[in-house]
């Protein structure tokens, strides 16, 4: 008998994923955003959902639906999806496949900023925001801890490289890197990835970014540790 591939690895299981771009108001109409429409970590939602995991999607600023049968949480800033992701710190699998803005603006005002209160060359002063997967991931912990990586890098080596040095840099178990170029990633309907983990390159997908999902969900179970029976 041909042995058949568990449909549903992780039944029983809690996974909460992160997807969409953060935004950072300027002011109450305006705010510095990115182009992240969230279409992977939905499709990742769908696919941990399919696979038999209890799913909690938050989402920043989605484009695309949400899928039916998962809990979603709407958040609109850095600071909102970190208190979420806090909230649901102790899933199984915890997954960042939001496009975080490295940075807010600095003296965010109450009201909408004129151009007489601008003037004719103004400037936004920046701060960085705290690093939501490595404060995930620098913890005492039992879960698997899973990033992404969109990089535009075009040769396959040293985008690699990359990959494992902000794997480490992050502490997370799992790094998705995800190819970004003219074609590929950012909306785009196909996709192609690499999964890493402290050893090396453990998956390769392309294709759809829902079977490319599937992909990515499998090599997480694939990588959880055997349930305590
Ligand atoms: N990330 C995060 N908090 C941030 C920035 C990024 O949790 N403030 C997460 C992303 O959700 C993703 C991973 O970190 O899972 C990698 O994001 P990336 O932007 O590639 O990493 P950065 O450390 O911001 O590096 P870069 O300078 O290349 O932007
Ligand atoms: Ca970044």
């Known amino acids: 008998?041909?042995?058949?591939?568990?449909?549903?690895?992780?039944?029983?299981?809690?996974?909460?994923?992160?997807?969409?771009?953060?935004?950072?108001?300027?002011?109450?109409?305006?705010?510095?955003?990115?182009?992240?429409?969230?279409?992977?970590?939905?499709?990742?939602?769908?696919a941990?959902?399919?696979?038999?995991?209890?799913?909690?999607?938050?989402?920043?600023?989605l484009h695309v639906p949400a899928p039916d049968g998962v809990a979603l949480v709407e958040v609109e800033t850095t600071a909102q999806l970190a208190e979420a992701m806090e909230a649901h710190a102790d899933a199984d699998v915890v997954v960042m496949a939001a496009a975080v803005a490295d940075y807010r603006v600095d003296g965010v005002?109450?009201?909408?900023?004129?151009?007489?209160?601008?003037?004719?060359?103004?400037?936004?002063?920046?701060?960085?925001n705290p690093d939501i997967l490595a404060g995930l991931a620098h913890r005492a912990r039992q879960n698997l801890v899973?990033?992404?990586?969109?990089?535009?890098?075009?040769?396959?080596?040293?985008?690699?490289?990359?990959?494992?040095?902000?794997?480490?840099r992050k502490g997370a178990d799992l790094l998705v890197v995800n190819r970004v170029?003219?074609?590929?990633?950012?909306?785009?309907?196909?996709?192609?990835?690499?999964?890493?983990?402290?050893?090396?390159?453990i998956a390769e997908s392309a294709?759809?970014?829902a079977s490319v999902a599937r992909d990515i969900i499998d090599a997480i179970a694939e990588h959880l540790a055997p349930r305590e029976e």
Do not use: C, Y
């Open 207 to 209: 294709g759809a970014k």
């Open 109 to 128: 005002s109450d009201g909408k900023r004129s151009k007489e209160e601008w003037g004719s060359q103004p400037t936004l002063t920046l701060t960085e």
């Open 48 to 61: 941990a959902r399919d696979a038999g995991a209890a799913v909690t999607l938050v989402g920043a600023n």
């Open 1 to 46: 008998p041909t042995e058949r591939a568990d449909a549903t690895p992780l039944a029983g299981r809690t996974l909460v994923v992160s997807a969409g771009g953060t935004r950072e108001p300027i002011d109450p109409v305006r705010f510095l955003g990115n182009r992240s429409s969230g279409a992977m970590g939905v499709a990742l939602a769908e």
């Open 181 to 201: 170029g003219h074609a590929e990633g950012f909306g785009d309907v196909t996709t192609r990835v690499s999964v890493l983990d402290a050893s090396g390159v």
């Open 146 to 168: 899973v990033g992404f990586a969109a990089e535009t890098e075009p040769d396959d080596t040293a985008l690699i490289h990359r990959g494992r040095a902000k794997l480490a």
